[in-house]
């Protein structure tokens, strides 16, 4: 994809890493990001609303979509970022928010993204840093569908205080 403004080659990369709230202010902090979405990814309804996928009825996972100047980050970055930023080891659950809508996983868009994680995930899981088995997946991205426009970079609009706000903020 190419930014026809700036005349960049640009990336798509798509992360499901619980509340994405909260994974989209993570990662709109990443020099080299220019645009994220929260939306929904993964399930068999289309086009669905923000409750039909609280309601678990439509296999959606909430998910932020991320743009991205390669030439700026490389997504084997923005990968070890999604690791800091959620806890890989955990099944459906980041901080209070539980169920399949907040599952982690990573959507790849090319053969290229799904070496890549499958890779990092590997080397994440033998260094030992992670004590417990993760259960980050890795599945192709299929239709995005963009949540409701106040899902949209709550936490600038909003504040903190509604979910579980990632790791790499907390510091």
Known sequence: MTDVEGGRDLERATFGGGCFWGVEAGFRRVKGVVATAAGFMGGHV??????????????????VQVIFDPSVVSYEQLLMIFFDI??????????????RQFRFVIFYHSPE????????????????RIKNRITTAVE????????EEYHQQFF????????????????
Do not use: I, W
């Open 46 to 63: 289309p086009d669905p609303a923000y409750m039909q996928v609280c309601e678990e009825d439509t296999g959606h996972t909430e998910v």
């Open 86 to 99: 959620h806890d890989p080891t955990t099944l459906e659950k980041q901080g209070p928010d539980v169920g």
């Open 113 to 128: 993204q799904k070496a890549a994680a499958e890779e990092a995930l590997a080397r994440l899981q033998n260094t030992g």
């Open 156 to 171: 600038e609009k909003c504040g903190r205080n509604y979910c579980a706000a990632p790791r790499s903020m907390d510091e």
């Open 140 to 147: 192709p991205a299929s239709e995005f569908y963009m949540a």
